[in-house]
């Protein structure tokens, strides 16, 4: 089943969730990550880049594999709420025990 526009509508549904509540957000979509930003101009940005999202197939991961991206996210030096949207994703979080990380799987 193609599930990529639940996994858009997701994030979108995220991204605007905390847009209403003015925190300070950044969309990283696989190992491109955006600026952290705020307010409407950000999230239509942040929209605008989900618009362009294509599926990205890949083989499923084992069930100890570590989360794609996972690194470029650890290597930060602020720590926040991390939401990951993903339809394939059940491994383990891997060697970042430090990070605050929600999976939703759509």
Do not use: W
């Amino acid at each position: 089943m193609f599930r990529l526009p639940l996994q858009l509508s997701a994030a979108a549904s995220l991204l605007a969730y905390f847009a209403d509540q003015q925190a300070e957000t950044r969309l990283i979509i696989g190992k491109i990550k955006g600026d952290f930003g705020i307010g409407s101009r950000h999230f239509y940005e942040c929209l605008r880049r989900l618009s362009f999202v294509e599926a990205e197939y890949v083989e499923a991961p084992a069930d100890n594999a570590e989360l794609p991206g996972l690194d470029l996210i650890a290597k930060e030096p602020v720590r926040s709420q991390i939401y990951v949207v993903s339809t394939s994703f059940t491994g383990q979080i891997g060697p970042h025990p430090d990070l605050d990380l929600d999976i939703l799987s759509v």
